[in-house]
């Protein structure tokens, strides 16, 4: 396994060289601006940390792939762990070189006794760089756990996109649901506007980078930005962890369930389209419907879950198990949505409000 | 000793093998053939451990081999499509399998000349043929005791077949144990000693294949008149009339056989030689089901 293990870090010497430069080349667009460096930093680590896996694992949705692989007297549990800790090598060994690569130069700056313009970072970028670090593991985790509970290359990017989505739903639930106020039981407006997506520049940073800085900024209490360590932040800290962990636990664990004959098929998980279909289905007719019922949102996404389903049995005749786990789901949905607009009636549209 | 008991494999709405029984010897060369779809891949990738069987055993020397890591280091799988990336090169698949087998680099080197293959040459680029023979010279390098080989002469060139049939004997002879599919039924029959006939996922015939084929006698007749099967005072396996000159196969003694088609008065009775494909045919079917 061991012996393995370096042959796996070795073949993936030249993928990391590539993915390191180019970050490194992003990160010295940047080269006088340290808050942009560092979010162009954890942006290259937060894609890296998602798209890893796919470089990983992608061998494995091909019967050569699988036939090569599976035959080697190594056991499968075995074969994942190797792979997971050559990509946990990959992420900590390039966001390392490229981190460094561009933050020395923020000392190099603060020492010149002739510049007077920059400020010490302290510790700062060894804590940003240690959280960021630290946080990218979950994300690489449930990436992991995404990509291969699908059984074909196109259905795990697909995995891939539709999970990490849902941290980010959930994330931003567990954000707002801690908040003081509870007026709204989810912020719509960051799901509307997508205002998740580009908060911090790059979206990924708006989930691992913030948090990171959030947290580091807090430790060090050196920053210009006033941030208190606050309900939410722990709660997404930990949610973050226990998703991640979790996904690593859940890849290695459900590696001895997967049929090899399965692969390059439909992706039946439990954990695919058979999940993630109607959880999309329930979350967005919920979100748009928490307030008053709009058929100008409830007819479309019904008709888009629909699609869905006939996009996974490959058919318009989706049948009968999929066709009541879809009418379900509505019916929760807007049931759900239906019992928020009484516990929490939108203020502007009581009669005070006016 | 691979022993394989009451073996079955579904893949969904398909049975594709059914109470499978084979014992594989030592030092033999086991040819396993049918028709596409018979269940030769698939009873290999069970053997290799790829796909676990839905019940059934498959042993090796009393060992399980499905996610057996010492079992499995005996054993060298190549699948009818090799695999290959971008960037693999012969070099990098030997240092691949050095981490799993003893690898005899001497040997490496001997088989690579022999195939006329280059240590950088990148394997995405090489031709099927190419590809199995480098496969082949990576599995012969490890220490492994049985190697399976699907589709083992697919892609090889006539000369290639033979350099591959010259070294699966000398391997043989070494101690090692071949399973090999293949529809090249002239191939087989120059190499295996012992063989098994899949069909709709069971096995239709296995044995020694010399014994077996020993079992089968092949006659041609000429006649002064055309004749039709029903008059051959025996059951045919396989009866074929142009003009007036008959083909048949039949199960029997040979003598005996000979002594009732001479009562038919031909004009001509030749004792022929049975190949394996014509065996196979005769077990399987027509030649139209191929």
Known sequence: MKQYFLYECKKKLPAFAAFTIISRLICSIFRYNFISITAAQTACLGVMAVLLPAYLFSDFYSKKGVDFYYSLPITREKLVIVKILAGLVFLFASYTIFFWGSAWKIYAAALDPHNTTHYSPGLYPLWLYLTNLALSVPLFGYSTFAFTRANNLLDGFVHLVAYTLLVCILLEFVSVWLEAERQYFLNTNYFISFETLDRNTVFWQGKIGLTGTNLTEYMLESYQVKTIISPQMIAAIVTQAVLGLSGLAGTIFFVRFQKAEDLGGVSKSLFSYRVLIPLYLFISLFITNHFYFQLITIIPLSAAGYLGYCLYARSFVIGKKNAIVFVATVVVALGAAYIMQKIYPPTYLLPDYW | ?290
Do not use: W
């Open chain 2, 1 to 290: 000793m691979i022993r394989i008991q009451k073996l079955n494999k579904s893949f969904p709405n398909k049975q594709v093998l059914s109470d499978i029984d084979l014992t594989i010897e030592d030092r033999t060369v086991f040819g396993l053939v049918g028709i596409n779809g018979a269940g030769k891949s698939t009873l290999l990738r069970l053997i290799a451990g790829v796909l676990k069987a839905d019940s059934g055993s498959i042993q090796l020397d009393g060992q399980t081999l499905y996610e057996n890591e010492k079992a499995k280091r005996q054993v060298f799988f190549l699948a009818d499509e090799p695999f290959s990336t971008p960037l693999l090169t012969p070099d990098k698949l030997k240092e691949l399998y050095s981490t799993f087998y003893k690898f005899d680099e001497a040997k490496f080197a001997r088989y690579l000349e022999t195939f006329g293959l280059k240590r950088k040459q990148q394997v995405g680029k090489m031709s099927k043929g190419m590809k199995r023979q480098l496969y082949l010279a990576l599995a012969l390098s490890t220490d492994c005791k049985v190697f399976l080989l699907d589709e083992a002469f697919d892609g090889l060139d006539p000369l290639a077949r033979l350099k591959f049939k010259r070294i699966v004997i000398e391997e043989k002879e070494a101690g090692k144990t071949f399973i090999l599919s293949s529809h090249s039924l002239r191939e087989l029959e120059d190499i295996s000693d012992s063989f098994a006939i899949l069909d709709g996922g069971n096995v239709k015939q296995n044995g020694n294949l010399l014994d077996e084929l020993g079992k089968l006698v092949k006659f041609q007749l000429a006649f002064e008149r055309e004749i039709s099967e029903s008059e051959i005072p025996f059951p045919c396996v396989s009866f074929k009339a142009s003009g007036r000159v008959v083909t048949v196969v039949a199960r029997g003694e040979e003598d005996a056989l000979k002594a009732q088609l001479e009562a038919l008065n031909p004009l001509l009775l030749d004792v022929l030689p049975i190949d394996f494909e014509e065996f196979f045919l005769s077990e399987v079917g027509t030649k139209e089901t191929l």
